[in-house]
T-cell receptor, first 109, second 114 residues
Framework: EDKVVQSPLSLVVHEGDTVTLNCSYE??????LLWYKQEKKAPTFLFML????IEKKSGRLSSILDKKELFSILNITATQTGDSAVYLC?????????FGKGTSLLVTP | DGGITQSPKYLFRKEGQNVTLSCEQN?????MYWYRQDPGQGLRLIYY???????QKGDIAEGYSVSREKKESFPLTVTSAQKNPTAFYLC?????????????FGEGSRLTVL
């Protein structure tokens, strides 16, 4: 059975802090791993990772995949209140995305 | 603008009633998906369709039904057999049949059973 475990489940930080969100997975026929940000309704796409060790960056966000250890992390530096959201990790097994429960991040002023 | 439209955004129903949630996309995507989200939970896959006139059960298909008669439309019916239908429902699509890429999501439909 496919498994996706995200940690921590929730996190409260102050503006300016750096956070690391974790995602471990066990899926058959692994193709890629995607990260999404969900603020109120529709999740919005952040990154898609297919190769180990290659960091993807977008502004203050970055992510990396370790296919040997079946692990991915999402880093957010210099957090802002607008980063408050649920961050979802989703490995792709070829027919659909398997989502973790998400990490709920609250950034306080 | 291209995108995915879900309707209605909010829906109330009485126990024992079937209800159909609409999902339309104009992205010309092959594959479409329905996910359910409960508080504190991730998204769980209900049904998916990789091509017109074909669909597959996801992890929690019991009590739901779908159809895919047109490429752009993938309605979800929540039947009275679904024991716990109150939830947030998200429809998504992806470009290719094998979803190695990004899913695009609609804004969701929130169903409350009274």
């Amino acid at each position: 059975e496919d498994k996706v475990v995200q940690s921590p489940l929730s996190l409260v930080v102050h503006e300016g802090d750096t956070v690391t969100l974790n995602c471990s997975y066990e899926v058959t026929n692994f193709r890629s791993l995607l990260w999404y940000k969900q603020e109120k309704k529709a999740p919005t796409f952040l990154f898609m990772l297919t190769s180990s060790g290659i960091e993807k960056k977008s502004g203050r966000l970055s992510s990396i995949l370790d296919k040997k250890e079946l692990f991915s992390i999402l880093n957010i530096t210099a957090t802002q209140t607008g980063d408050s959201a649920v961050y979802l990790c989703a490995p792709n097994s070829g027919y659909a995305l398997n989502f973790g429960k998400g990490t709920s991040l609250l950034v306080t002023p | 603008d291209g995108g995915i439209t879900q309707s209605p955004k909010y829906l109330f129903r009485k126990e024992g009633q079937n209800v159909t949630l609409s999902c339309e996309q104009n992205l010309n995507h092959d594959a479409m998906y329905w996910y359910r989200q409960d508080p504190g939970q991730g998204l769980r896959l209900i049904y998916y369709s990789q091509i017109v006139n074909d669909f597959q059960k996801g992890d929690i298909a019991e009590g739901y039904s779908v159809s895919r008669e047109k490429k752009e439309s993938f309605p979800l019916t929540v039947t009275s057999a679904q024991k716990n239908p109150t939830a947030f429902y998200l429809c998504a699509s992806s470009m290719r049949r094998e979803s190695t890429g990004e899913l695009f999501f609609g804004e969701g439909s929130r169903l409350t059973v009274l």
